[in-house]
């Protein structure tokens, strides 16, 4: 595998289900990040992972739980979800040093529908 | 903070005809400039960025950016457009400074290329 992984890449879910949304970088980065996108908004950035440690949170809701093990995976734990919560979610790596660069490189997605 | 317009949604154009995607920003502090491409069903892509030095910049596929400072803006440009860069094309930015690795991304603009 190379780049960004994500799996599933689908994934349908009631509301009162339990599931968890990976992500794998096999790049070697410090940096991981989620995303949501969903249709006519624009790229809402989630979580931010730094060296393992949660650097920020953009006030999302807490039945989105993320957890960040080592440097190379990222999961978002789902639970009593919503169906505005139906999106896109992307995952992202970068490499964060005190030079610049920063470019992130992103998963594929996976898409979630909440029934 | 920043903020990131994106002033089309939506660009036709005809395949090899010229095309410009423009992105404007606001911002108190210096940023650095990105532009990313979503394939359908896919990531984001990063296309080209500037970092410093010369304001016009090269990236992948043939496209190109112009940092113009004093209008805040980054337009996206190819000379001749092909029907696979049919895609939705993100601007971004993030401050030069201060830690934070948040990028921020404007609403998108989808480019369709016509035969």
């Known amino acids: 595998e190379t780049g960004v992984t994500q799996t599933p890449r689908h994934l349908v879910m009631g509301m009162t289900n339990k599931k968890s949304l990976k992500c794998e970088q096999h790049?070697?980065?410090?940096?991981m990040y989620w995303y949501k996108q969903s249709a006519k908004k624009p790229l809402e950035l989630m979580f931010v992972y730094n060296f393992k440690e949660q650097t920020e949170n953009n006030s999302v809701p807490s039945r989105f739980s993320p957890e960040c093990p080592n440097s190379s995976h990222l999961f978002l734990h789902l639970h009593t979800l919503q169906p505005e919560d139906s999106a896109l979610y992307l995952c992202?790596?970068?490499?964060?040093?005190?030079?610049?660069?920063?470019?992130?490189?992103f998963g594929p997605g996976t898409r979630l529908t909440v029934t | 903070a920043q903020s990131v317009t994106q002033l089309d949604s939506q660009v036709p154009v005809f395949e090899e005809a010229p095309v410009e995607l423009r992105c404007n920003y606001s911002?108190?502090?210096?940023?650095?400039l990105f532009w990313y491409v979503q394939y359908p069903n896919q990531g984001l892509q990063l296309l080209l960025k500037?970092?410093?030095?010369?304001?016009l910049v090269k990236g992948i596929n043939g496209f190109e950016a112009e940092f113009n400072k004093s209008q805040t803006s980054f337009h996206l440009r190819k000379p001749s457009v092909h029907i696979s860069d049919t895609a939705e094309y993100f601007c971004?930015?993030?401050?030069?400074?201060?830690?934070?690795?948040?990028?921020?991304f404007g609403k998108g603009t989808k480019l369709t290329v016509n035969p």
């Open positions: 790049l070697g980065h410090n940096a």
């Open positions: 500037y970092l410093s030095g010369s304001t």
């Open positions: 911002s108190s502090v210096s940023v650095y």
């Open positions: 992202a790596s970068s490499q964060v040093t005190d030079r610049a660069g920063y470019e992130q490189y």
């Open positions: 971004a930015v993030r401050p030069t400074q201060g830690g934070s690795e948040k990028l921020v």
